[in-house]
């Protein structure tokens, strides 16, 4: 079982430097050391203006420190397959669990130690906290998250199952009394360990929870390629489609004007959360930078960036169906499905626009400039519709 | 007026997985394509469907050929394939509404007989639910329902019973004859031959990709040598041991 899980390990490793090597191009790195650079200058910039050991400053310590627990769940890399070619191994499972849960500390670890150090400065400067009781307290946080995830293996055993939200919610009222008393949360944190490794040996006696396993796994790896998808396309991805009944006032009441494939995109951007996601996504970043730069040129120039980024990722989109068996049975003229996704996106990029522009009148300075800067948006989001878009959907056709 | 295959060959790649076959069916008429795993049925099924390129031969229906018009040729096709595929974005009554649309039919008629579907196969309360939420029978019971809505002159069906209730498929046995009655066509793939004959009573042995014999139960039993009152599976031994005599 060791070498099994020695062998999945190893896999998913190459498979996770895959995704990270298309995630992490050039350009996204040159974006990040940019946004890193940017927030660690705001970062001195308002240690100097800071006031020193304001009531609050400890809390917030602790709370930042608590984030990174919520990282890196136990990874376990067990299969659907595994409930029938592994079910008389329960026995066996602690040994294949072993080397999963060292696996499954690296991320949050780099993240915890990554992130101490961040705030080191203002915990020790701001917060009033001495370097080695700060250090105590990042030792108990890396602790914690021993405990967490022992807990994470333990409920993958048929016994009283622990939920692991009330598990974080203690993790913070700890993490926020461990940055006034550390030595108290090191206690805690110390016996907790024990505790959990001790009973961690009666695993061999206990009944394995296959299923409980196998869906647990299939959420985390889900959240993992959820990540990935952002930037990249993730094969393994599986989506699940969301019924969002309150958006329904959004589709036709008829189907009298309505053809096949815009009947279908309209129903896959609502309900898939590949796609609505994504569009609520880059509108919510679109006004976050516009609220950031606070002048009406920057605003326009990145907001239109992201809205070309949207209609450039949703593109996808007209080719969703084509696997499916049922669409190339039906009558369906699959010639005319770029022509109908165009027509879907008119109003998808008009929605967007329209947020954008009413959440412009709210988080930047109103002037003639900023009326200006809505109009020349909706020129340039016509103009894609109009211009890109067809162009695009001739490619798609060529493909085919 | 009829489904015409002529000298048809074809398959996946380039080696054919069916050769030379030659089927007619006409309106009131049904055909059971039986043969073992692998013996080409549902090759034959993907050609008719246009989901592959013969090789060889051609396909007509009511005169439309698949290769020159195929919006036309599918839509007077309907399919029920034998695993359920269903759109996850759309509810039920979703896909009834995307099978009239796609097939061009009268809302309001399409609606009235849909309902009589629904409640025959027990799924009217359940119009607002998604894919997701469905056993594998109830799955196959809504693919039932939107062919049979399609209300298309053939229907071809692969491996109908698998997963469905006994009172299921009684429902569809009558669904086909009522279809037959009524003058369409019918091509059905299957294994359960005791079901299929209380609808069908033409079948076509494909063997190896190729069909042997085109006739009745009498017909096929006595090619293969079968005493009358000897089980239907023993056809399927006969048929393994040509299998590998070849």
């Known amino acids: ?400 | 007026m009829s489904l015409k295959i002529e000298h048809l060959t074809g398959g996946y790649t380039g080696v054919p997985v069916i050769k030379d076959i030659n089927l007619e069916i006409k309106p009131g008429e049904a055909l059971g394509l039986i043969g073992l795993n692998g013996a080409g049925k549902s090759t034959t099924i993907k050609h008719i469907l246009g989901l592959l390129r013969p090789q060889k031969g051609s396909i007509t229906l009511n005169d439309i050929n698949l290769m020159q018009q195929p919006t036309k040729f599918k839509r007077e096709v309907a399919y029920i394939p034998e695993t359920p595929v269903l759109y996850p974005e759309l509810t039920l009554k979703e896909h009834l509404e995307l099978t009239m649309l796609s097939y061009n039919l009268d809302e309001k008629k399409a609606w009235d007989r849909a309902h009589e579907l629904l409640k025959m196969f027990r799924l009217d309360d359940k119009l607002d639910w998604l894919p997701i939420h469905f056993s594998k029978g109830m799955r196959q019971k809504v693919m039932i329902v939107s062919a049979f809505l399609a209300d298309t002159s053939l229907l071809v069906i692969d491996e109908p019973f698998t997963g469905l209730d006994p009172l299921a498929v009684a429902n569809l046995i009558d669904l086909i004859r009522k279809a037959i009655a009524d003058g369409k066509m019918v091509l059905m793939t299957t294994h359960v031959l005791a079901d299929a004959q209380q609808a069908i009573s033409n079948y076509a042995v494909l063997n190896n990709g190729t069909i042997e014999i085109v006739g009745s139960l009498k017909e096929i039993r006595e090619h293969y040598g079968l005493k009358p009152d000897d089980p239907f599976d023993k056809l399927y031994l006969t048929l393994n041991k040509v299998d590998h005599h070849e």
């Open chain 1, 1 to 400: 079982m060791n070498n099994l899980a020695k062998k999945r390990l190893n896999e998913n490793f190459k498979q996770s430097v895959k995704y990270l090597t298309l995630v992490f191009n050039d350009f996204f790195i040159l974006a990040l050391i940019f946004l890193f650079g940017a927030l660690m200058f705001w970062y001195a910039q308002s240690m100097k203006a800071m006031p020193a050991n304001l009531w609050f400053y400890k809390p917030l310590v602790g709370f930042v420190m608590w984030l990174p627990l919520l990282t890196g769940k136990l990874v376990t890399l067990i299969k659907e397959a595994d409930m029938q070619f592994l079910f008389t191994q329960d026995k066996h499972m602690d040994e294949y669990l072993k080397p999963m849960f060292r696996y499954s500390l690296i991320l949050p670890y780099i993240l915890i130690v990554l992130l101490a150090g961040i705030l080191f400065p203002f915990a020790s400067i701001k917060a009033g906290i001495k370097p080695s009781d700060y250090f105590i307290f990042v030792l108990t946080i890396l602790i914690f998250k021993i405990c967490q995830l022992l807990i994470e293996e333990n409920n993958l055993y048929f016994e009283k199952r622990i939920d692991i939200s009330l598990v974080n919610i203690i993790l913070l009222i700890l993490t926020i009394v461990g940055a006034y008393w550390y030595w108290l949360a090191l206690i805690v944190a110390l016996i907790s360990e024990i505790y959990l490794f001790y009973n961690q040996k009666n695993h061999q006696k206990k009944l394995f929870d296959w299923r409980y396993a196998v869906e647990n796994e299939k959420a985390r790896k889900d959240r993992v390629y959820s990540i990935f998808s952002m930037f990249t396309d993730v094969e393994e991805k599986q989506v699940s489609i969301k019924r969002r009944k309150y958006l329904d006032f959004l589709l036709p009441k008829s189907i009298a004007k309505e053809n096949p494939n815009r009947f279908l995109y309209r129903r896959s951007l609502l309900r898939n959360p590949e796609y609505l996601n994504l569009l609520v996504r880059m509108t919510v970043f679109a006004v976050l930078i516009s609220w950031l730069v606070q002048d009406w040129r920057w605003a326009l120039g990145l907001s239109a960036l992201v809205v070309f980024l949207t209609v450039y990722q949703l593109m996808p989109l007209a080719t969703e169906f084509d696997t499916n068996i049922m669409y190339r049975v039906y009558p369906i003229k699959r010639e005319d499905r770029g022509r109908d996704l165009i027509k879907v996106l008119n109003i998808a990029l008009l929605i967007q626009w329209l947020i954008i522009s009413a959440c412009w009148l709210l988080v930047l300075p109103i002037d003639i400039h900023l009326f200006e800067s809505m109009a020349v948006l909706l020129v340039f989001a016509i103009l894609l519709i109009i211009v890109y878009l067809p162009n695009k959907v001739k490619n798609l056709n060529r493909k085919r």
